[in-house]
């Protein structure tokens, strides 16, 4: 008897309508749909009246269904795999099953369609040519930490997942790491409440501390490291310490200590900014003030 063949089918990250034509076919004539959540996928199938069976395969029973998807191939049936939204096995359940199907000498198919992380890329003015996709940010402070420091020294466009309840505290750490590297925040991509927010993490973690609260889908693109750090990154390295309350020397040494930046640039940044003039502090064989 001839096998069945699994798809793995991208469906839309927010609008509905963002679907190719060939998941649709895929979704409407294989015999059952594996489904991360079966209520969210029989959404998108009621929108193209489509009628397939589905089941449930999410991160907690994927070990357990793994065999009857396999039973289902054996005997000749197609199967779809789908997560709530985009690719699944990247970042969503599935790759545990696609393991045991290939394993098995089973054909394993991919019917590509959105993703998230290449649309945050795509309009996120960052280079594109070479980027590192993450996954979701840790959640405990020293691993955020350790993972902001390696985001700082890589060169390439970084893009990671963070979740709505998490997402203050995960900027906290990286406006110390990063300082004023730039990064584009997308909440709700492709969805009615589409939200990007640019700046620094202290200017994007400002204006959420605002609201009362943030829900929605969030991917965040960070630029890469670069040798030379742009005027305009000084500039907000100041501007986020004077909106701490620090000024003067006190500002200087904490741009130094936090960002990497020299004393006296950031302090010349500071009498520029504030139009108070050089007055302070000796100025050392190179023209920088020392503190």
């Known amino acids: 008897m001839t096998r069945g063949v699994l798809y793995v089918v991208a469906t839309p990250i927010g609008n509905l309508e963002d679907i190719t034509i060939r998941a649709l076919d895929v979704l409407q004539r294989v015999h059952v749909i594996a489904c991360e959540d079966t209520r969210t996928t029989r959404v998108l199938l009621r929108k ?3 009628n397939t069976r589905t089941m449930s395969l ?43 199907v290939l394993d098995a000498g089973i054909t394993v198919t991919p019917i590509p369609g959105p993703s998230s992380v290449v649309a ?30 390696r985001i700082q020294a890589d060169t390439r466009t970084s893009v990671f997942f963070e979740t709505a309840v998490r997402i203050r505290s995960c900027l906290r750490i990286a406006a110390d790491v990063l300082a004023a590297r730039r990064m584009v925040l997308f909440r709700e991509l492709t969805k009615i409440h589409e939200e990007t927010l640019i700046g620094a993490a202290a200017e994007v973690l400002s204006e959420l501390e605002r609201r009362p609260s943030v829900k929605g889908e969030i991917v965040i693109v960070v630029e890469g490291a670069t040798d030379r750090r742009p005027a305009s990154d000084l500039t907000n390295v100041v501007k986020t310490l004077m909106g701490e309350g620090l000024s003067g020397k006190r500002l200087a040494a904490a741009a130094h200590e936090r960002f990497g930046l020299k004393k006296g640039d950031a302090y010349r940044r500071f009498l520029e900014l504030t139009g108070k003039g050089a007055s302070e502090g000796p100025a050392d064989d190179r023209g920088n003030r020392e503190f």
């Open 48 to 50: 193209w009246d489509i």
């Open 58 to 100: 999410h991160r907690f029973s994927e070990a357990r269904k793994a065999d009857k998807i396999m039973d289902l191939l054996n005997s000749g049936l197609d199967v779809a795999l789908v997560s709530d939204a985009g690719t699944p096995a990247v970042s969503d359940p599935g790759s545990r099953v696609v393991r045991v």
């Open 120 to 149: 945050a890329v795509s309009v996120s003015g960052m280079d594109g040519s070479a980027f590192v996709y993450h996954g979701f940010a840790p959640k405990k402070d020293e691993e955020r930490r350790q993972f902001f420091e």
